[in-house]
């Protein structure tokens, strides 16, 4: 089992910036790499990005590359979404998912969200 915990969200103005964690712990070593996600009301949920251990990859949803970005620090087991230029749009809660396909995708385990809104 892995368990994941997401923290850093909150109420930010548009145009800001927001940074959010995703902590791991438990059988880490079964992850290939992390993906983000994203609910906003009354939607279904969105593919926001995701990160791969080896090799050492990230990748965007359109709607966020280039402001978007995905990090990690092996020491913490713990992986970020830095979120730079924030849109009324974005608001919505934010899941972190461990991926544990050898080849291809394979979201396993999921963390509690965390809620993030933004003002215009």
């Known amino acids: 089992q892995v368990q994941l915990v997401e923290s850093g969200g909150g109420l930010v103005q548009a145009g800001g910036s927001l940074r959010l964690s995703c902590a791991a712990s438990g059988r880490t070593f079964s992850t290939t790499g992390m993906g983000w996600f994203r609910q906003a009301p009354g939607k279904e949920r969105e593919f926001v990005g995701r990160i791969r251990w080896s090799p050492y990859t990230t990748y965007y949803a359109d709607s966020v590359k280039g402001r978007f970005t995905i990090s990690r620090d092996n020491a913490k087991n713990t992986v970020y979404l830095q979120m730079n230029s924030l849109k009324p749009e974005d608001t919505a809660d934010y899941y972190c998912?461990?991926?544990?396909?050898?080849?291809?995708?394979?979201?396993?385990?999921w963390g509690q969200g965390t809620q993030v809104t933004v003002s215009s």
């Open positions: 998912a461990a991926n544990t396909a050898i080849m291809g995708i394979q979201w396993d385990y």
